[in-house]
């Protein structure tokens, strides 16, 4: 007769094996997860998977009406017992992996591996023998005088486990200790109320859970390491960029500058302050994480036109219509995209390039626009390799913006000609 904790029992190995393969197809479809954290929770959610199929059946079968079902009951009860146990010499491997030791070189490895073999053997021993556990002909369960053997030596396994995180905790994250300590304490408290519970198979649905716990522990510490690495990688690109000015605008501006000594000197004593300005603003950017006030972006974006417009005298005309500057952007933002309509807008043989600056507040953030008179920018258009560099730097822009602000960007072309690009920077929430 089934009694309300066989229902119960029933309920947890579902819930446990649906948390399992849930799991287990998690770990093949991430992809924010490295190639050894990837392949461990393959195995591991594969043995458990099977370790809660195989209890599951155990004790669907143990309440088949028929004769000679205790054999199946048998073979299922091995088989639980054995995958559980694998599960641990498994953690083992993966916390000195993520400790960043080799396991074949640590004790606990070999420790564990020798236990796990020593319980396979007493299982094996088991179905020989009534002195551990035995099922009866009739499909009963009983435990014999030896029964605390078989927990025995999976406890001391776990102790291993303690000891491994205790010993190389401080090679661990608090993500990753706080994953650790949830798969081994969950499952041990389960243990201890199941030993004072007879016959409620708490542990089951302990262990998977706290698998659950574990694997989105680590998936959130590696999607945050992910994100990190891409932030320093965007900002590692946006340095190249700074750093690799062109040089074309460089030596326009030096040679400008040449000239204007002999014709004019207090424009050149004036175009020398705003270039020294341009390559400090430019460098003093590289430094800075994060976002910066729109006000010290535009404060270098004067800076950058000013110089430009001495270049191109009477071929360059900036308005600015800026009336609401109270927002964060990311540095070296505007003033690349401000770049580019400078180099594909001024040509002498075309009509003098104008480029309208402007911000506004809309409903849920705020938004920039910067609009040009030139012959247009076709965003993907092949290029010569030596005009490359502002397009790399649009793209890292976009990308910066997604990353640090949640922003975006969009290149469009304008209603009367020339090109019209939007940045959108939503309220931080």
């Known amino acids: 007769m089934i009694t309300i904790i066989d229902l119960v029992n029933y309920g947890f190995a579902a819930v446990g094996l649906t948390v399992a393969i849930m799991s287990l197809f998690l770990s ?100 020989f023998t009534n002195n551990i556990y035995y099922i009866t002909e009739d499909n009963l369960y009983h435990r014999g005088p030896m029964y605390p053997l078989l927990l025995l030596v999976p406890a001391i396994m776990m102790v291993v486990n303690f000891i491994s995180l205790i010993r190389f905790r401080k090679f661990l994250n608090k993500k990753q200790k706080a994953a650790f300590y949830c798969y081994l304490l969950i499952p041990l ?14 542990v089951v649905i302990g262990t998977s859970v706290s698998a659950m716990i574990l694997f989105m522990f680590i998936l959130n510490d590696q999607l945050d390491q992910y994100m990190k690495q891409r932030e320093e990688n965007l900002e590692a690109q946006a340095s190249i960029l700074v750093l690799q000015m ?35 603003k430019n460098f003093s950017a590289v430094a800075k994480r994060g976002t910066i006030p729109f006000s010290e972006e535009l404060s270098h974006v004067r800076t950058y036109l000013e110089i430009e417009k001495t270049r191109f005298e009477g071929n360059l005309f900036v308005d600015f219509d800026i009336p609401y500057t109270a927002f964060r952007i990311p540095p070296l933002t505007l003033q690349p995209i401000v770049e580019n309509s400078v180099k594909y807008g001024v040509d002498p043989e ?80």
């Open 189 to 202: 408290a389960c243990m201890l109320v199941q030993m004072k519970f007879y016959g409620l198979m708490l």
């Open 28 to 127: 093949f479809t991430t992809t924010y997860i490295s190639r050894q954290s990837k392949l461990f929770f393959k195995i591991f959610f594969s043995v458990m998977t099977a370790y809660i199929t195989a209890d599951l059946l155990e004790q669907i079968f143990f309440y088949i009406p028929g004769d000679n079902l205790a054999v199946f009951t048998r073979i299922f009860l091995f088989f639980e017992s054995l995958f559980s146990a694998f599960l641990l010499p498994l953690l083992t491997v993966y916390i000195l992996q993520s400790s960043h030791k080799k396991a074949i070189r640590q004790p606990e490895f070999y420790v564990n591996t020798l236990l796990l073999f020593v319980y396979t053997i007493i299982l094996i021993f088991t179905q």
């Open 246 to 280: 062109r040089p074309h605008f460089i030596y326009n501006t030096m040679t400008s500058i040449y000239y204007l000594c002999e014709q004019d000197p207090q424009k050149a004593m004036k175009t020398i302050d705003d270039f020294t300005n341009y390559l400090r």
């Open 350 to 429: 075309l009509n003098p390039l104008h480029i309208t600056i402007s911000t506004r507040e809309v409903g849920s953030g705020s938004e920039i626009t910067v609009s040009d008179t030139g012959p247009g920018f076709p965003e993907n258009q092949e290029y010569e390799k030596d005009d490359r560099e502002p397009h790399i730097a649009l793209n890292n822009i976009r990308e910066r913006l997604t990353l640090l602000c949640d922003g975006t960007l969009t290149i469009t072309p304008g209603e009367e000609g020339g090109t019209v690009v939007k940045i959108f920077i939503p309220y931080k929430k």
